[in-house]
């Protein structure tokens, strides 16, 4: 049944995880008649900054590929930069619902949408309530009047806003693309510079012939291919970057255009290698890293309570004799698969939380020891995947569930791991020399096989969190549409 469900989930698309919106503030609305009140009249103007170019059919995908880009299942930066944006819809008309305490907003496509009053007042845009440099709310929550009722709504600016007056003194103006995005019945904001990103695709061993694959310097000098490495990223959890220099602290010349590094107790860079950081009152095998010793797929730092996302893997001396592949394997691939096989398994690794341990010493925090608990399927609260939470060699004894439920706990964990490490899953590669490899430590997981003590492997790997990923996409975004108008 589970070879079945490899068949079926081989073009299954899961469901993004929702990202924040994050709308391009607006600024105060000078109209010339002592209000100040509300978006500014070159709002319309910024209307390619919150939205994303349209993903191409692939038939109509331009041939050449992005800069540095040269994986088949992409899509063409060109393309996507060439897309149109959508049609601008302004408001037809709109009423005040005095009994329900709503703003009634017919669109010029003929859609409807009510808004209501206490939504609208917090939203006010006007310089007593809203800080533009820094994008935030100047009113206390406790002084916002939950009752308020304007004295009229009205369109200006030829339907492109939405003006509510709630006294003479105060009005509140939302221009058309910022009002329409934030439709309550719209799962997917579009004003959101990431809600336009192509779903997360998942894959198995056939990656290795369509692997998103990028210049390294190219990535370090070119903010558009910075923002294809990072949609390839967001889509697949696997990038590859090549002709990177095989010299240490490489790893944080790149993320320096991402966001600041995450430090773990290993440092902002852990040398993987015999004996990791040589220092010669710790021991060489301290670490399971730091051995020549088969490490089983598993998600790193699962013993933090936030655990790290963006992972690079740095290859500066390469594997020249048996053994030392890396392995990689989509955890929400081989999750929605246990999830149509094994519904009961599923539920099981979903609803119960595994306790994941690392102690150890390094010489510039000394003793260690982290402890954390986590869903080894982590959903979100639609039901859908967040992250995986999967380390054998990092797991305790502690079990946080039923006593009479243990054993098909742990035929849970069997079949999910037969998932992960089975061949149509797992994608197994040797790093040469100058290879770096960017992985979502929330999504996929990583191992190595075992290699001969006589060999040298050196390795480095240094994180990035998730929150710089998503803030650096959108400041890109932002940017260079910006450029085009």
């Not at 009479?404 to 899953?425: I, R």
Request: with cysteine; charged share 25%.
């Amino acid at each position: 049944m589970i070879r079945n469900g490899l068949k079926i989930l081989r073009n299954f698309r899961p469901y993004s995880p929702r990202l924040p919106c994050s709308v391009w503030p607006p600024r105060p609305l000078q109209t010339g008649q002592g209000n100040a009140r509300g978006l500014s009249a070159m709002f319309t103007a910024r209307r390619s900054l919150l939205q994303l170019p349209a993903r191409p059919e692939l038939s109509k995908i331009v041939p050449k590929p992005p800069r540095g880009y040269q994986s088949v299942n992409w899509y063409s930066s060109q393309a996507s930069r060439e897309a149109s944006l959508d049609t601008h819809v302004k408001i037809r008309s709109l009423s005040k619902d005095d009994s329900r305490r709503m703003v009634n907003v017919t669109w010029s496509d003929g859609t409807k949408q009510d808004y209501p009053f206490v939504w609208l007042l917090d939203n006010c845009f006007c310089t007593d309530c809203y800080h533009v440099e820094s994008q935030c709310r100047l009113l206390p929550f406790d002084e916002l009047d939950i009752d308020a009722n304007p004295e009229s709504v009205e369109t200006v600016n030829h339907g492109d806003t939405l003006r509510v007056s709630w006294n003479r003194h105060h009005h509140s103006d939302f221009n058309s693309d910022w009002l329409r995005p934030n439709r309550f019945d719209q799962a997917e904001p579009r004003d959101d510079a990431l809600s336009a990103l192509p779903t997360p695709k998942l894959w198995g061993a056939e990656i290795a012939q369509s692997l998103p694959r990028f210049e390294f310097q190219e990535v370090l000098s070119d903010d558009w291919a910075l923002l294809d490495f990072l949609k390839a990223f967001h889509e697949f959890g696997i990038v590859k970057l090549e002709r990177t220099p095989a010299e240490p602290n490489q790893i944080p010349i790149l993320a320096k255009r991402i966001g600041p590094m995450r430090e773990t107790s290993f440092g902002l860079i852990q040398p993987l290698r015999k004996g990791g950081y040589e220092v010669e009152d710790l021991g060489q095998d301290r670490a399971l890293s730091y051995t020549t010793k088969a490490l089983n797929l598993h998600n790193d730092m699962s013993c933090l309570y936030e655990t790290t996302c963006m992972a690079f893997f740095h290859c500066i001396i390469a594997s020249d004799g048996k053994g030392g592949e890396s392995i990689y394997s989509d955890g929400f691939h081989a999750a929605e698969m246990l999830r149509l096989a094994d519904p009961r398994a599923f539920r099981l690794l979903s609803t119960n939380q595994q306790e994941f341990r690392l102690v150890g010493a390094e010489p510039h925090v000394g003793d260690f020891d982290h402890r954390s608990h986590h869903f080894p399927i982590m959903l979100d609260h639609f039901g859908q995947l967040k992250a995986i939470h999967y380390s054998t060699h990092a797991r305790t004894p502690s079990l946080r569930m039923a006593v009479d439920d243990v054993k098909a706990m742990y035929s849970a964990l069997q079949s999910f791991s037969k998932l992960l490490e089975s061949p149509e899953n797992a994608y197994y590669v040797k790093l040469q020399k100058g290879d770096m490899v960017v992985v979502n430590n929330h999504r996929v997981l990583h191992g190595r096989t075992p290699f001969e003590d006589s060999n040298e492997r050196y390795l480095e790997l240094g994180y990035v969190d998730w929150d710089h990923v998503t803030s650096r996409m959108r400041v890109l975004q932002n940017k260079l549409n910006s450029d085009k108008v």
